[in-house]
């Protein structure tokens, strides 16, 4: 079932997210197919799934009676970005607290300097302290949030990648614009990039008896880590376990961040033969290891891919088209 477009939100996005096939001769010699869910055309300023984990976080920080949006990201977070270009559009302030107080007094990259166009308000701080804090809130510490309260008042706390339960019910709803869904089944895998483990908990959730989520973690030594993530999501977020999904570590390329000189070969290559420009730090993983499955024969003939591409790639420009 599609769902209508959300008319309620000050963000009108594009749903349902088009489907694409991708006519590949190297998949269709060994059987498989492609498609991809271009969820990075829901919206040019929150796309992908920063608008579905955001929008149901939004609607509860407003129905909470918040005014004030706090989050956690890295100097190029995408989830920063979309959270001030929302929390703008709901007529929200926002805080963004960013890892690295060496940037504090450095020029804006393009990332930051877009946040701070939409009203975001940086705090800049040491890797350790934004570690601690991290850690404090990961495990419910009151001193935590009160250190927080009392340095920004009172505020709608995100945390880093805005991963939570409700991230994660708003990242299951795509399964059900994807087409043939009845009809989904064992031959199907349903994938995506791996961050903090909110989209690819939502997905496993949603899909059908049979079909089957496969994530590929854009972070390195995280095995182990994102899988408990993932599990604890589905046992607050739906009070039970799901089998039907599994976290490939292998293709990372060195880290978050890292794009090497193999996986910058294939995604410019993928660029050349199907003319869809892919991010680097998510979306070309996720295919680098679409295809390195494939050729190690774990997604066997009669498999039909669909690989969620999560977000748009980098802009050209220092602040972008």
């Not at 271009?38 to 129905?63: F, Q, S």
């Not at 989209?199 to 949603?206: C, V």
């Not at 599994?246 to 794009?259: D, L, N, Q, S, T």
């Not at 680098?288 to 891919?305: D, H, M």
Request: net charge positive.
């Amino acid at each position: 079932m599609r769902r209508p477009p959300d008319t309620t939100s000050p963000i009108r996005p594009r749903l349902p997210s088009p489907v694409r096939d991708v006519a590949d001769t190297w998949l269709a010699d060994r059987g498989v197919e492609l498609r991809l869910k271009r969820d990075d055309l829901i919206h040019p300023l929150v796309p992908g799934n920063k608008w579905r984990k955001l929008t149901p976080n939004l609607r509860a920080a407003v129905e909470r009676g918040h005014t004030r949006l706090l989050t956690f990201g890295g100097a190029y977070s995408n989830h920063i970005r979309a959270v001030a270009a929302a929390g703008a559009a709901y007529g929200l302030s926002t805080v963004g607290v960013i890892r690295g107080d060496e940037l504090a007094g450095a020029p804006r990259n393009w990332s930051l300097a877009r946040a701070e166009a939409h009203g975001m308000e940086l705090s800049f701080v040491t890797r350790s302290a934004y570690r601690e804090t991290l850690r404090g809130l990961g495990e419910d510490d009151p001193g935590t949030l009160r250190a927080l309260q009392e340095r920004w008042g009172r505020a709608y706390v995100l945390p880093e990648g805005g991963t939570n339960v409700l991230a994660a019910r708003g990242a299951a709803e795509l399964v059900a614009e994807l087409p043939d869904l009845p009809d989904l089944g064992p031959g199907d895998v349903v994938c995506c990039a791996v961050g903090t483990g909110g989209t690819l908990a939502g997905i496993a959730a949603a899909l059908p008896a049979g079909a089957r989520a496969v994530g590929f973690a854009v972070l390195k030594g995280a095995e182990g880590y994102l899988e408990r993530e993932v599990a604890a999501l589905h046992e607050r977020g739906w009070g039970r376990a799901f089998a039907n999904w599994r976290i490939e570590h292998g293709y990372h390329g060195g880290g978050y961040g890292r794009v090497p000189a193999e996986l910058e070969a294939f995604a410019a290559g993928f660029e050349a033969r199907h003319g869809v420009r892919l991010e680097r730090r998510y979306v070309a993983k996720l295919l680098w290891g679409v295809y390195g499955l494939v050729e190690r024969g774990e997604l066997a003939p009669g498999s039909r891919v669909t690989a969620v591409v999560t977000g748009p790639p980098d802009p050209a420009g220092p602040l972008g088209p």
